[in-house]
DNA sequence: CGATGCACCTCGTATTACAAGGGTGCATCG
DNA sequence: CGATGCACCCTTGTAATACGAGGTGCATCG
């Protein structure tokens, strides 16, 4: 459907922006981003479990894990810090953004 | 200043986009990205010459030297492919643009 | 029973972006 | 004249990334 690698620098400001909305588990987020991207983007499983893993490590989600009748699931929530690192990464994003239009825009 | 890995997954779209509006050389592209990005940004000579041997070699641009009086450049200019793949990554690019926008509005 | 959906995970690999280095030649300054 | 700085090009090594392919277990549906 779209590239692949459509989302390669931008994985982790989403997931990060997701969850900082509510607790969510991984599965779910697939889902959700199936959705948002009108079933043209699909993250690979792969991908999404270590970059979980990633924002873990480095202290900017913590996970829990909650037991329902159909099973476990493994929630992520945003730390404080991940609440920072969203912040920085925002800012970043706009940065890009621009550089992008104005790439494509003017040339001084 | 801003982060040193801000571009990650976007340098491609960027280079693509500044030269598909004139021929560059290298020196000059990172010029360029340090005006556009209001002195903030300023992409490493080692990022920004794998990235052009990068493009070259999927055949999105082509080089040729140019001799001047204070010395030799090495310009960029795209090609025809290299404008498909500009499209493609545009449009790629919006995708990646609306699902950062939404994952932090709305969560279904 | 087999397939499908939910839910998690690991491993190996190609690619990427970067820093750190190296090189040339010209111009300017002391 | 020598040093410094700028313009311009390049290579190599490394850490991190994103991915596909594979694996587990359970429940449900036909």
Redesign the interface.
């Known amino acids: 459907m779209?590239?692949k690698e459509?989302?390669?620098?931008?994985i982790d400001?989403?997931l990060l922006?997701?969850i900082?909305?509510?607790d969510l588990y991984g599965y779910e987020i697939t889902r959700?981003?199936k959705?948002?991207?009108d079933d043209?983007?699909e993250m690979s499983e792969g991908t999404l479990y270590s970059a979980l893993k990633r924002l873990e490590r480095k202290g900017w989600i913590e996970s829990y894990w909650y037991d329902t009748e159909i099973g476990r699931r493994k929630y992520y929530r945003l730390t404080e810090k991940g609440g920072e690192e969203l912040k920085?990464?925002?800012e970043?994003?706009k940065?890009?953004?621009?550089?992008?239009q104005?790439?494509?825009e003017?040339?001084?």
Do not use: A, C, F, P
């Not at 940065?95 to 992008?100: D, G, T």
């Open positions: 779209v590239d459509m989302m390669k620098g931008s400001l989403v922006s997701l900082s909305q509510r959700i981003l959705h948002l991207s043209t983007y920085r990464k925002q970043n994003w940065m890009v953004e621009s550089l992008v104005k790439s494509s003017e040339l001084t």
